[in-house]
């Protein structure tokens, strides 16, 4: 390898460290933003993309490459947490199943952070961009530990006034292992 080639990767490592590694809330952090109450208002515009409600009704599917597939429906709530910080909060079957899911923007990356907390623990760490001025959001997923072992995720978001809608798949070493779709409507009060 040349050595231009080697600074220009060290650079760019540093670089992607620098954005996606810099000020990861911490699991004590995420637990003391779930505990919080709900705020008012949503201060922090880049979440404003969101569909600016507390209750949805939700719609999940799951399929396998060979056609099989799985629909699950369950409801969902959101707060606000200190004005910039969405805290979601569903169980789609079990107690065992209750997660959350605290979405924040980091304006010094201009990036956007997913976290998925399960019984206390952080099981889950996204990434994301929003696709030009649009309300899309594209998420790579940068959890340290994936169950199962090394399958890696791409997903996309749109949001509307109405609803959230995304796209995931999931793959190991290249191979597609499922697909989730999934919508989020807002449910009237």
Known sequence: ??????????????????????DVLSEKRLNAIIASPHSDKLTEPALKIYPLSRHFDVTMTNALPDGRSATISFK????????????????PAGPETKFHLIVEYDTTSKTYRKYVVMAGKQTGYQVGTRVGTSRSVAWIDLSAVKVPDAIDCLSTETH?????????????KGVLQRTET????VLKP
């Not at 390898?1 to 810099?22: D, E, H, P, Q, R």
């Not at 969902?76 to 169980?91: L, P």
């Open 160 to 172: 509307t006034d109405t609803a959230s809608t995304w796209h995931a798949i999931y793959f190991q």
């Open 182 to 185: 999934g919508e989020a409507k």
């Open 1 to 22: 390898m040349s050595k231009a080639l080697l600074i220009f990767t060290a650079a760019l490592l540093v670089c992607v460290n620098s954005t996606f590694g810099a």
């Open 76 to 91: 969902a709530t959101d707060k606000w947490v200190d004005g910039r910080f969405i805290v979601s909060e569903a169980q």
